[in-house]
């Protein structure tokens, strides 16, 4: 199971790394949009520090344009992946940029004929959004299962699943029982991970007893 960080900021890159939880990194435009700086500039910083996949969005909605985007991003880094939304022309340009060898990233899943349509059109990734799903009362955990499924009963789809729009620390729990392949976490929810009362409490315990050895 690998753990990206779902981030544009580099000092939460940096600190997911430190921890090994870094094993690559997810942007979007409202995430890019919250740092200084330029757009291509972002991404390049965020390469050096990152060796594996980087995921960057394209802002084209129509196939040529997505396909230039695309091969453009491409050139930052070799670890560049082209995040490209859920739409006909989007998977139109999945094919293109799949046969030069270019990896992508179809984001903006809702449903599991989404994803089919996605692996079938060779996108490297599939991105489907938890959150976002749980927040209309839909059961984002379930689509989850359901596309694994889809996924693991035909092995030709050589696709992975990003699950993305993580927003509790139950969701990384539930996703990892799964044996979902990729989870794409905000470092808000990497530390609400690493808390827990009982370990603060132990720990101020252990120090008060120490005292007497002092
Ligand atoms: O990677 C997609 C993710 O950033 C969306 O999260 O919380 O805006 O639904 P959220």
Redesign the pocket.
Known sequence: MDIYV?SANLTEIRQAKELGLADGV?T?P??IAKERGEFTEILKDICKEISGPVHAEVLSLDSDGIVREGRELAKISDNIVIKIPMIKDGLKAVRVLKSEGIDTNV?LIFSAGQAILAAKAGATYV?P?L??LDDISHDGLDLLGVIRSILVNNPDLETRIIA??I?TPNHVVELSTMGVDIL?V?SKVLSQLEKHPLTDIGIEAFAKDAEKFK
């Open positions: 779902d997810t979007n409202t995430l984001t991105c959004f959150g976002r993305a729009s927003r794409t905000p």
